[in-house]
């Protein structure tokens, strides 16, 4: 099974282990899978909240003295969000109903950063509202919306690094050139915008950590420089997201990928704060997707299993994420045939994977989809009025041993 999706009861440093290993079950065994299927149906994405707390302790290993501030968006689940607070986590949000929903699960604002770059004026005022008060912009126009907001937000200046080599290059559409930042800093400073540090973003799934190491560096020396030019306090430093998880292929460990970005944070100065904004990371490997077979056809001597979960829906990930799911049939092990998954809908695009070698199955079996949590659910439909995936969260608390909580925004 890959690194990411062990269950760590033993290994928790959480105060809860205190409570007992006999509170907690393992959602992905086999016997748990079914018994969530006969108890909620299908399909479902089960969320693992002992995964989630286990991925969170794995990244503050690798990182230590970094603040993770889970970025909502691969999963804004009440019970990740929740358990990422409980662990003394931070959050990272980017729109409006990201704020309303902390808001409403009584999350401490505090604990929150809002960073799109891009935001009308009514996205700030009900952020700020809401008692949210850093704030990330990466050109003139969006530094000239905070003038009216100056004594009650700060702000991170984003900065774009290129990363080609990443699945997600997220420096094209957001951030400001190296070259750019300092002037930028000086309208902010002009206007009586408070800067706090600098961001950036590489990239979702980074291959590697270089890009990592050569924008904290770069990073390093421009807060050099605006401090010089006593631009505003740059006391932040915010390294984004990025950090990789196994597919089909393996990922770095964890500690591997960062040990460089270990390294480059230690030449910082001590008293910028680090703070990162983990997403995948947190929740990828830490939920599965459950589809059972609708009926199935034998064409051109392949059988084709048709799912009730498909690429406009919890597999949506393998199109806007350029991700794979792993996906395995979970019935007893016999002869493996050349096999199709397909999704529910009349699209013919709707097809989850092909050459798939898979026993024969029948109506009602099971497929499960391994590192499902992040990027999947989140940018799901219900196109043809498939219904999305039932979320089921896990581990909540000990004993609990599923939850469906309804997600209205
Ligand atoms: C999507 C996003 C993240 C999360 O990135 P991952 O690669 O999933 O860790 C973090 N910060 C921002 C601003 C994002 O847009």
Same mark, same amino acid.
């Given at each position: 099974?890959?690194?990411?999706?062990?269950?760590?009861?033993?290994? /928790?440093?959480?105060?809860?282990?205190?409570?007992?290993?006999?509170?907690?079950?393992?959602?992905? #065994?086999?016997?748990? $899978?079914?018994?969530?299927?006969?108890?909620?149906?299908?399909?479902?994405?089960?969320?693992?909240?002992?995964?989630?707390?286990?991925?969170?302790?794995?990244?503050? /290993?690798?990182?230590?003295?970094?603040?993770?501030?889970?970025?909502?968006?691969?999963?804004?689940?009440?019970?990740? $969000?929740?358990?990422?607070?409980?662990?003394?986590?931070?959050?990272?949000?980017?729109?409006?109903?990201?704020?309303?929903?902390?808001?409403?699960?009584?999350?401490?604002?505090?604990?929150? &950063?809002?960073?799109?770059?891009?935001?009308?004026?009514?996205?700030?005022?009900?952020?700020?509202?809401?008692?949210?008060?850093?704030?990330? =912009?990466?050109?003139?126009?969006?530094?000239?919306?905070?003038? %009216?907001?100056?004594?009650?937000?700060?702000? @991170?200046?984003?900065?774009?690094?290129?990363?080609?080599?990443?699945?997600?290059?997220?420096?094209?559409?957001?951030?400001?050139?190296?070259?750019?930042?300092?002037?930028?800093?000086? @309208?902010?400073?002009? @206007?009586?915008?408070?800067?706090?540090?600098?961001?950036?973003?590489?990239?979702?799934?980074?291959?590697?950590?270089?890009?990592?190491?050569?924008?904290?560096?770069?990073?390093?020396?421009?807060?050099?420089?605006?401090?010089?030019?006593?631009?505003?306090?740059?006391?932040?430093?915010?390294?984004?997201?990025?950090?990789?998880?196994?597919?089909?292929?393996?990922?770095?460990?964890?500690?591997?990928?960062?040990?460089?970005? /270990?390294?480059?944070?230690?030449?910082?100065?001590?008293? &910028?704060?680090?703070?990162?904004?983990?997403?995948?990371? &947190?929740?990828?490997?830490?939920?599965?997707?459950? %589809?059972?077979?609708?009926?199935?056809?034998?064409?051109?001597?392949?059988?084709?299993?048709?799912? *009730?979960?498909?690429?406009?829906?919890?597999?949506?990930?393998?199109?806007?994420?350029?991700?794979?799911?792993?996906?395995?049939?979970?019935?007893?092990?016999?002869?493996?045939?050349?096999?199709?998954?397909?999704?529910?809908?009349?699209? #013919?695009?709707?097809? $989850?994977?092909?050459?798939?070698?898979?026993?024969?199955?029948?109506?009602?079996?099971? &497929?499960?989809?391994?590192?499902?949590? =992040?990027?999947?659910? =989140?940018?799901?439909?219900?196109?043809?009025?498939?219904?999305?995936?039932?979320?089921?969260?896990?581990?909540?608390?000990?004993? *609990?041993?599923?939850?469906?909580?309804? $997600?209205?925004?």
């Amino acid at each position: 099974m890959p690194d990411g999706t062990r269950p760590s009861r033993a290994r /928790r440093a959480s105060p809860r282990s205190a409570a007992g290993a006999a509170g907690w079950i393992d959602p992905f #065994s086999r016997r748990e $899978i079914k018994r969530l299927v006969a108890e909620f149906g299908s399909p479902l994405l089960i969320v693992d909240c002992e995964r989630v707390r286990r991925q969170y302790h794995l990244l503050r /290993r690798a990182l230590p003295r970094v603040d993770l501030h889970y970025a909502l968006k691969p999963m804004p689940h009440p019970a990740v $969000i929740n358990t990422i607070v409980e662990l003394g986590g931070w959050l990272d949000l980017a729109t409006t109903g990201e704020v309303e929903l902390v808001a409403r699960l009584g999350i401490d604002p505090a604990r929150c &950063i809002h960073t799109h770059p891009i935001k009308r004026d009514v996205d700030i005022r009900s952020a700020l509202a809401r008692g949210v008060r850093v704030f990330v =912009a990466d050109n003139p126009d969006e530094v000239q919306k905070f003038q %009216a907001y100056g004594d009650q937000a700060e702000l @991170l200046l984003r900065v774009s690094f290129r990363s080609p080599g990443a699945v997600c290059d997220l420096s094209r559409k957001f951030g400001c050139d190296p070259e750019d930042l300092l002037s930028l800093a000086r @309208l902010a400073k002009r @206007l009586g915008v408070p800067v706090r540090g600098l961001s950036f973003h590489v990239g979702s799934q980074a291959k590697d950590p270089g890009k990592h190491v050569e924008a904290i560096e770069a990073c390093a020396t421009l807060i050099a420089e605006a401090r010089r030019e006593k631009l505003g306090v740059f006391d932040t430093l915010d390294i984004g997201g990025g950090f990789p998880i196994d597919y089909g292929e393996r990922a770095p460990t964890i500690q591997r990928f960062c040990a460089p970005i /270990r390294a480059a944070l230690a030449a910082l100065p001590r008293r &910028i704060r680090v703070i990162a904004e983990p997403g995948r990371f &947190i929740v990828g490997p830490a939920a599965i997707g459950v %589809a059972s077979v609708m009926g199935r056809a034998k064409r051109e001597g392949h059988w084709w299993y048709y799912l *009730d979960d498909g690429l406009y829906g919890s597999y949506s990930g393998q199109l806007f994420d350029h991700a794979r799911y792993p996906v395995e049939a979970l019935v007893a092990d016999e002869e493996r045939l050349p096999s199709v998954l397909a999704g529910p809908t009349c699209d #013919s695009i709707d097809v $989850i994977a092909e050459n798939l070698m898979l026993p024969q199955l029948q109506a009602g079996d099971l &497929i499960v989809g391994r590192a499902m949590g =992040a990027y999947t659910w =989140a940018s799901a439909s219900e196109f043809n009025f498939f219904p999305k995936a039932t979320v089921v969260s896990v581990n909540s608390v000990p004993g *609990d041993t599923g939850t469906v909580m309804a $997600i209205e925004r």
